[in-house]
């Protein structure tokens, strides 16, 4: 696991703390709200838990999202932040 995926996985199981008990709900492949596919695993984090996650990852990769081209909207697994976020470094 790449330290961008470890960092992405410990930022949600501190903001959802139930999905430690399903470590590996937290892959790649999880959708961060929902999953146009029903055989994708989905991590279903609401606006207020989204909104988090990015003060979290803004703090721990030291950047400010809205000054990188990333666009929050084209995140949608854990796979898009994690690729997004290792751009960052």
Same mark, same amino acid.
């Given at each position: 696991?790449?330290?961008?995926?470890?960092?992405?996985?410990?930022?949600?199981?501190?903001?959802?703390?139930?999905?430690?008990?399903?470590?590996?709900?937290?892959?790649?492949?999880?959708?961060?709200?929902?999953?146009?596919?029903?055989?994708?695993?989905?991590?279903?984090?609401?606006?207020?838990?989204?909104?988090?996650? &990015? #003060?979290? /990852?803004?703090?721990?990769?030291? !950047?400010?999202? %809205?000054?990188?081209?990333? *666009? &929050? #909207?084209? /995140?949608?697994?854990?796979?898009? !932040?994690?690729? %997004?976020?290792?751009?960052? *470094?």
């Amino acid at each position: 696991m790449t330290e961008a995926m470890n960092v992405v996985t410990r930022a949600i199981m501190g903001i959802r703390p139930d999905l430690g008990e399903y470590p590996a709900a937290i892959s790649r492949d999880a959708a961060i709200f929902y999953a146009a596919d029903p055989d994708q695993p989905v991590l279903g984090l609401d606006s207020m838990e989204a909104l988090e996650l &990015i #003060a979290v /990852l803004e703090q721990e990769f030291g !950047v400010r999202l %809205a000054d990188t081209s990333i *666009r &929050i #909207a084209d /995140l949608h697994t854990v796979g898009d !932040v994690v690729d %997004a976020m290792s751009g960052t *470094r």
